[in-house]
């Protein structure tokens, strides 16, 4: 079998009757005519008015367009015409509108890498800001959770707020997408890590999407924010589009969810005694920060003491200064828990969820990690994909379980017996 892996592939061999399952999502095919589907969108959207409607009541004096940054594809050729278009339809000069690159406690972007994104017109010709957590914020007080909410102050300037995203599932804020945009996208540092710190206590057994309290929080963040109209997409393992909503930020982002959850939550009758689990390839696995989501969704079809090879090629190493030094200055898994429910740091957040695996299972990661950065974070580096296989062969005298994730940061186990 192959697994995808930055921008190629690896390959290994295993016997058939180990396998209890691949876990592969249940695939929609992408639209005929993506274009034509996000137009329609736009003037018919999910719920709410059309976006020409809006901008006609409102006449906006200064427009922001919340974007992703590089570490969430986005079909952004599909999605930005249209409402650029509707835009020029309602009279509104492009001096206007301005881009806000949602990089929450990301860094920002090259210009080459924001051609890459977002095409060379609308770089040239829209201003760009990428958003700094740390950078020149407003207080527009708590949220009902005590969380002091800070955002973009251009964001809170705005007299009209578009946001964009891809829904697709998430470790601890139940799926992507919708109020995402705000927060954590153009939210301060602080804001960020409140609202994150509920991950403690939600990884591994996340209540109803319309219970989770991260979720939630966000979602009055959004709401005091106002946002004014949301187009978000649902993609298939291809990046196709197979599902656009567009309008109310609730109910346009519901509904994509349902189509989500439809293709990548996957049943599993039991736990495995060894998952093999595919980041996905680039960038999904550009570096151990965005890759651990897989590592996470391995670990809920794996039994304790049980055992996950993972492949993520991390050629930008671990991915964040202060998920290193975590990792540096533990000396054991538990020393990164204790340390999390001390004090809530990002980037300490992502020690804390390698190490809430690694506790209870052996990693094994292929990846271009040295064997020093690999062991670090409690992990054993083994240089092929196949060395792990025959590793796990003869440590289990042949005798095991095995389910196969390759679309690892996308597919969610979910165990019938939880």
């Known amino acids: 079998m192959e697994l995808n892996y930055g921008r190629g592939t690896v390959s290994f061999s295993i016997k058939d009757e180990r396998i209890n399952k691949i876990l592969k999502a249940n695939e929609k095919?992408?639209?005929?005519?993506?274009?034509?589907?996000?137009?329609?969108?736009?003037?018919?959207?999910?719920?709410?008015?059309?976006?020409?409607?809006?901008?006609?009541?409102?006449?906006?004096?200064?427009?922001v367009i919340i974007v992703n940054d590089v570490?969430?594809?986005?079909?952004?050729?599909?999605?930005?015409p249209p409402i650029l278009d509707t835009i020029e339809e309602a009279g509104i000069a492009k001096e206007k509108v301005t881009f806000i690159v949602a990089t929450g406690v990301h860094d920002r972007h090259t210009d080459q890498q924001n051609i890459e994104i977002f095409g060379e017109e609308v770089h040239n010709n829209y201003k760009f800001i990428h958003h700094d957590c740390d950078g020149e914020l407003v207080d527009m007080g708590d949220l009902s959770s005590g969380n002091n909410f800070k955002v973009n102050k251009k964001v809170y300037e705005a007299d009209f707020v578009i946001t964009t995203g891809v829904i697709l599932p998430h470790y601890f804020a139940g799926f992507?997408?919708?109020?995402?945009?705000?927060?954590?996208?153009?939210?301060?540092?602080?804001?960020?890590e409140n609202n994150h710190s509920w991950m403690v206590k939600l990884m591994g057994n996340l209540p109803p999407q319309k219970e989770n309290p991260?979720?939630?929080?966000?979602?009055?963040?959004?709401?005091?924010?106002?946002?004014?109209?949301?187009?978000?997409?649902?993609?298939?393992?291809?990046r196709e589009i197979v599902k656009i909503t567009a309008g109310d930020l609730i109910e346009a982002w519901y509904e994509g969810i349902e189509v989500s959850a439809e293709m990548y939550h996957v049943d599993l009758e039991e736990k495995?005694?060894?998952?093999?689990?595919?980041?996905g390839g680039f960038p999904r696995d550009i570096n151990v920060y965005q890759s651990q989501k897989?590592?996470?969704?391995?670990?809920?079809?794996?039994?304790?003491?049980?055992?996950?090879?993972?492949?993520?090629?991390?050629?930008?190493?671990?991915?964040e200064k202060t998920f290193e030094r975590w990792m540096e200055e533990a000396e054991k898994p538990e020393d990164n828990e204790k340390r999390i429910k001390e004090k809530f740091v990002i980037g300490g957040h992502k020690a804390f969820a390698i190490s809430k695996v690694v506790k209870d299972k052996e990693v094994i990661l292929i990846s271009e990690l040295s064997r020093e950065e690999t062991e670090k974070m409690f992990i054993k580096k083994m240089p092929e994909l196949q060395d792990a296989v025959d590793y796990v062969e003869d440590k289990y005298n042949g005798e095991y379980s095995c389910i196969i994730l390759p679309q690892g940061s996308l597919t969610v186990p979910k165990v019938k017996a939880d």
């Not at 495995?272 to 980041?279: E, Q, R, T």
């Open 29 to 63: 095919d992408g639209l005929k005519d993506p274009h034509s589907a996000a137009a329609k969108a736009v003037k018919e959207p999910t719920a709410g008015p059309p976006l020409l409607d809006l901008l006609n009541e409102k006449q906006p004096e200064d427009i």
């Open 71 to 80: 570490t969430r594809p986005t079909p952004y050729s599909v999605m930005l």
């Open 176 to 192: 992507s997408g919708g109020r995402k945009s705000i927060l954590p996208g153009v939210a301060g540092r602080e804001t960020i």
């Open 214 to 238: 991260v979720s939630l929080e966000m979602i009055e963040a959004a709401e005091k924010i106002g946002v004014d109209f949301i187009i978000n997409v649902v993609t298939n393992s291809s």
């Open 294 to 319: 897989a590592l996470d969704h391995a670990d809920h079809g794996t039994k304790k003491g049980g055992t996950i090879i993972w492949a993520a090629e991390c050629s930008e190493g671990l991915g």
């Open 272 to 279: 495995a005694d060894l998952a093999i689990v595919s980041s």
